[in-house]
């Protein structure tokens, strides 16, 4: 469970005891039932990471909502996007292993995550990370319901696949930028799960070497 589960529950329970004190029980049940929501949205599961190489896992639980190319920083990209309603698990992942190149917070809207303008111009925290020459941005970003978002890592740390970054706190948005050569194995309407499920396998430098050897070796022969 995240900490923060207990700065909301902790002072809630406190405040039902008091009401049951001070007038009828019945009273406290409304602060229990909302301390009691918290603990359970604040959930922190663990979860069984995949080892396959090049492997791109999920950093939110939720539904994949977009799958399309985009212009970003001059270059063509494939955006996945996660939508997490207030029911989801909302502990953010690392996608892949990398050191975290940069880190970006904008200043923005709260507009509906699920709408497509959320993406430039909703607030949010850009997070690139870098593994193997290939280059991995996602997004944490705020929607309708989410007023902060939280992030626990720093430029140069060195991070693991499906390791615990951070979280944005109720309803909100991921999304994923990454090569457009990667091999996607989602589609819209899919359900994702945080740190486990695969959304894409990328090549390292060392795979196109690789791959290029051999089709230079097959033109050879």
């Keep these: 469970m995240v ?5 909301y529950a902790v002072p809630l329970v406190a ?6 004190w001070l007038t009828n029980p019945l009273w406290a049940v409304p602060a229990l039932l909302l301390a009691g929501f918290f603990l359970w949205f604040f959930r922190d599961p663990e979860r069984k990471i995949p080892g396959a ?6 950093p939110a639980d939720g539904k994949v909502t977009d799958v399309s190319p ?9 955006r996945i996007s996660i939508f997490l309603n207030v029911f989801d698990v909302h502990v953010n992942r690392s996608p892949i292993e990398g050191i975290i190149r940069e880190v970006t917070y904008k200043r923005g809207k709260f507009l509906n995550a699920m709408g497509a303008a ?8 850009v997070v690139t990370v870098e593994a193997e020459g290939q280059t991995v941005v996602f997004k944490q970003i705020a929607g309708l319901l989410a007023r902060r978002i939280v992030f626990n ?7 693991q696949r499906g390791e615990r970054i951070g979280l944005i706190k109720f309803g909100s948005r991921v999304d994923v930028l990454l090569d457009g050569s990667a091999g996607v194995q989602v ?3 899919d359900r994702v799960k945080g740190g486990s499920s695969i959304l894409a396998y990328i ?13 230079t070796r097959q033109g050879a022969s």
Excluded: C, H, I, P
Excluded at 203 to 215: H, L, M, Y
């Design 118 to 125: 959320s993406a430039e111009e909703n607030e949010q925290n």
């Design 203 to 215: 090549q390292s430098e060392k795979q196109f070497a690789t791959a290029g050897t051999g089709q």
């Design 53 to 58: 190489t090049g492997a791109l896992v999920s």
């Design 3 to 7: 900490r923060d589960a207990y700065y």
């Design 70 to 78: 985009v212009s970003w920083a001059g270059a063509r990209r494939l």
């Design 187 to 189: 589609k819209v309407g």
């Design 153 to 159: 890592k720093k430029v140069g740390d060195r991070v």
């Design 15 to 20: 405040v039902a005891a008091f009401m049951g």
